[in-house]
């Protein structure tokens, strides 16, 4: 089992700001690691392009553990939605080599709200 | 039957047999092995060479010291300095300058070798504590344990190769709880990128040096030196085999005076690295045989430096190709690192707000007038030439009486599409005598919220154009494939008018001002998504080609401090 | 149709890329088992024939996650100028026996293109193409599509809307020659609220 939490339970963060949070993980199986990223990525019509803007690995972690992370968020791209193209922020805990995700999807930009085109 | 298929829908995709692991640990496995095998040698070498650097000292005679012959045709020159040392109350003899091969091809550098050390004087040499006859005169770097830079590159092809076997994969067919971020391959591919452009850069870079850069600058040098009569003590053609066949070069060792004494040399040009081919080779002993008088150059600040031609031949132009290695390995590692830095903050780095510089820019356009004639000309001329062949067939059948009508009707429509793009060169041609507009950005690059001020100016005569508008346009571009085709689709999301007139006096010059949104999209640009803002020139003319052109710009997200 | 079909988020849209290429290819009785025996039968070279917009890409990916051992996964761009030279870009170097050759695009091969394929592929396990029609290689399956088809995988896509789009299945399916892809990438125009040419 994986959980992702931000410590101000809130999902929306304006560039510049820092994201922190703690994952946890309860594993059935040994992993050489786990890694937390915070990345974008877009969907719509377009075929999905995502990249990773900040990562923290945990080499050789216990089955079972907890970590925080710090995370500073650029100045973009915003979060947004237009016609064809939706682009959203997460951050991801990764398990290696299984590949166990757990997602938490968040907002960035200067509003609390995508931004939203057309 | 034998099928390495995974058969259970639920079971990892990534599942491996054990033939599929045996083959790779096999082909892996060799890859290390014999990588290790040659760092394990190279690595025994460089420690054998540099064991005298923890030797103790002691003082030894020289006996004698001169040059002699190896025997060897690829390295033929040998320092030959022989000298005593007492130990224990024993005396020894020794004859090693230094641990490692000493042999060269170059008769000057075993010369200036032996000559360090003088017949009847006193020096320091280092005895093996363990073998008390083995002793040295000097201690050297090891410089080949940088050779193991080679096979360890199989050590870590075979390495990662044996891990990615051997490694469990990422498995899941629930499309949902798949990782997303596993997708990004941008950094990894960079990485590599870099750190082939290095490898590159640095080998080109190296080879340039040695083959070109400084055997030119020694050439340039010897123009200053005194010319100096000499004569041939040995001509031959040296030969030797190497991987790749025989290796030729010629061997000329030549005596003159100089200084008040006479010295020897086998200098015949500063490009030696560069190799002659048996031919040269043939040719530049033929021109110096045997007990022959020429002529050298000799450096008059240090004269036993000496060289036979200090000619520049068109041959030594060869050494300029690495400048090619070096020149694409910068380029590389520059894009690569570029494409790194861009939007990688580390943990706890701020944000960072890269921005060119803020000032005045002037705009190109995307595409230039020119660029849209070839364009068009090229496609022009490949349509028309390829569907000419079967037209003059077509013809030459209703020339002879005998019409190919299926022929014929089939080319009617690839006639007509060559008729439209001879007509589109036409017109792009015509357009180029158009009025060219010239935009310049106050600030080059703006942000979200900014007043964004925009200035026009027209070359040409730009009293021809009766109505212009320019506008700011903001769209979503998205690519996908449909099959193998690839596709981009576009969706306007923004527009603003920043000219629209139709008076003659505005047209030709000026100025307009806007505020772009602050509750809008920066630009943006992914690998298959991206998010363009373009200024949009348009003027009509009458009876003639319209002008237009579109100039992208970069609309930067809004300051930290402004949010 | 019911014109009430909301804007949607691109992320949103049933149709947008991610779902389309996560929808797993179906053909009517078809088997893995019976794939699988007929490309063992084939001497694992044989090609997926069927016309654009019917699945062959999608089954040829699906044959590359279910390959064990190294799988090159290679596709001739359409409108191609030099297929060959795409292919041999894209081959492992060397192709040994432990390779599995997918070539997605082969009907832009010539017949020299295909001399060269087949020779350079000669060592590899297996070899499996897509094509327009039956050709050079013997025929693994024959993919095709009807207007049934497209109503199962847009039921898959957007169950609540299928009803909605029921009286432009047939016509949007033959509009695009059987295309599904292409009707695809019309769904997603209208459930973007792009394109109302659909919409009564």
């Known amino acids: 089992m994986l959980t992702i939490t931000t410590d101000t339970g809130g999902h929306w ?79 991801e805990l990764v398990v290696l080599p299984s590949g166990e995700t757990e997602r938490l999807d968040l907002l960035v930009g200067p509003q609390p709200v995508e931004v939203e085109l057309g | 039957m034998n099928t390495s298929f995974n058969t259970s829908p639920s079971a990892p995709s990534g599942c491996r047999s054990l033939s599929g692991k045996g083959v790779g640990t096999l082909f892996f496995g060799l890859f290390f092995l014999m990588g290790s095998l040659f760092v394990f040698f190279i690595l025994g070498e460089a420690l054998r060479q540099a064991a005298p650097w923890w030797w103790p000292k002691t003082s030894c005679t020289i006996i004698s010291s001169g040059v002699e012959s190896t025997g060897e045709d690829e390295d033929p020159y040998r320092p030959a300095v022989r000298y005593q040392y007492q130990l224990d109350g024993r005396d020894f003899e020794g004859t090693l300058v230094a641990r490692g091969d000493n042999a060269t091809s170059s008769y000057d550098r075993a010369r200036d070798q032996a000559a360090r050390y003088v017949v009847g004087s006193s020096t320091t040499c280092r005895v093996s504590p363990t073998h008390p006859a083995l002793a040295v005169l000097e201690r050297r770097i090891p410089w ?4 193991v830079l080679f096979p360890l590159i199989f050590v870590v092809i075979g390495g990662i190769g044996l891990w990615a076997v051997w490694r469990g994969s990422a498995s899941s067919d629930d499309a949902d709880s798949q990782s997303i971020s596993q997708k990004a391959s941008k950094g990894r591919g960079h990485k590599i990128a870099l750190v082939v452009g290095l490898i590159f850069g640095v080998v080109g870079g190296t080879l340039f040096l040695f083959l070109f850069a400084l055997p030119a600058v020694h050439q340039l040098r010897s123009m200053g030196w005194t010319e100096t009569p000499c004569t041939i003590v040995g001509s031959e053609v040296r030969s030797w085999s190497t991987d790749d066949g025989t290796s030729y070069r010629p061997d000329v060792l030549y005596e003159y005076q100089a200084g008040g004494r006479s010295w020897r040399s086998n200098r015949t040009t500063f490009f030696s690295a560069l190799s002659s081919g048996y031919d040269n080779a043939r040719d530049v002993v033929g021109s110096h045989p045997d007990g022959s008088k020429s002529t050298c150059w000799v450096d008059p600040g240090n004269p036993g430096r000496s060289v036979l031609d200090r000619d520049f031949h068109p041959m030594h132009l060869l050494g300029l190709l690495p400048l090619i290695f070096l020149i694409a390995g910068a380029a590389l590692s520059r894009w690569a690192w570029g494409q790194m830095r861009t939007g990688r903050p580390s943990e706890m780095e701020g944000p960072k707000d890269e921005a060119p510089g803020e000032g005045p820019l002037v705009l190109k356009p995307q595409v230039s007038p020119i660029g849209k004639v070839l364009g068009a000309l090229f496609f022009c001329l490949f349509w028309n030439g390829i569907v000419s062949v079967f037209v003059v067939q077509a013809w030459k059948g209703w020339e002879r009486g005998h019409p190919d009508w299926f022929l014929t009707l089939f080319l009617v429509p690839f006639v007509l599409v060559g008729l439209a793009t001879i007509g589109a060169v036409g017109y792009l041609v015509l357009s180029l005598a158009n009025p060219r507009p010239r935009l310049t950005l106050d600030n080059a690059t703006p942000r979200l919220g900014d007043e964004f001020r925009m200035s026009w100016r027209f070359t040409g005569r730009a009293t021809r154009i009766r109505q212009l508008s320019i506008l700011l346009e903001g769209r979503e571009e998205a690519t996908y494939q449909r099959g193998t085709d690839t596709h981009t689709d576009r969706e306007v999301f923004a527009t603003h008018t920043l000219v629209d007139t139709g008076n003659d006096w505005e047209i030709p010059r000026g100025a307009a001002t806007t505020v772009i949104p602050h509750d809008t999209m920066h630009s943006f640009e992914g690998n298959s998504n991206k998010i363009v803002w373009e200024i949009k020139v348009a003027g009509v003319i009458d009876r003639w080609p319209d002008v237009s052109q579109d100039f992208t710009i970069t609309i930067r997200p809004m300051r930290v401090e402004d949010l | 149709m019911n014109t009430d079909i909301r804007f949607r988020r691109p992320a949103d849209n049933p149709f947008a890329g991610r779902r389309i290429e996560s929808l797993a290819f179906r053909s009517p009785d078809f088997s893995w088992r019976r794939l699988e025996d007929r490309l063992d039968s084939l001497g694992r070279r044989c090609a997926i024939v069927g016309p654009k917009g019917s699945g062959k890409t999608t089954l040829l990916e699906a044959i590359a996650r279910r390959l064990d051992g190294p799988v090159a996964m290679i596709r001739i761009p359409g409108g191609c100028a030099h297929p060959w030279r795409s292919v041999r870009g894209q081959l492992p170097h060397p192709v040994t026996d432990g390779h599995a050759v997918l070539v997605d695009g082969c009907e832009q091969l010539g017949a020299i ?64 020659d059987r295309n599904i892809r292409l009707c695809f990438r019309d769904l997603y125009d209208v459930f973007s609220g792009r394109d109302s040419r659909l919409c009564p």
Do not use: M
Not at chain 1, 58 to 73: E, H, K, L, M, Y
Not at chain 3, 131 to 138: A, D, K, Q, S, T
């Open chain 1, 13 to 91: 963060f304006k560039p510049g700001e820092t994201i922190e949070g703690t994952v946890s993980w309860h594993l059935d199986d040994d992993a050489e690691a786990v890694e937390i990223r915070l990345f974008w990525y877009t969907e719509g019509k377009g075929t999905q392009d995502v990249e990773v803007v900040n990562e923290k690995g945990i080499a050789s972690p216990d089955r079972a553990g907890n970590r925080s992370f710090r995370f500073r968020v650029p100045n973009g791209p915003y979060s947004f939605s237009g016609k064809l193209i939706t682009l959203a922020w997460a951050v």
């Open chain 2, 144 to 147: 080949i344990a940088f050779a």
């Open chain 3, 113 to 176: 293109g295909w001399r060269l394929l087949l020779r350079a592929t000669r060592p590899a396990r297996y070899l499996v193409a897509t094509l327009h029609r039956n050709g050079v290689l013997p025929t693994l399956i024959e993919c095709s599509t009807n207007p049934n088809l497209l109503r199962e995988l847009v039921f898959e896509l957007a169950p609540a809307e299928t009803a909605n789009l029921e009286p432009v299945f047939d016509t949007l399916f033959h509009h695009h």
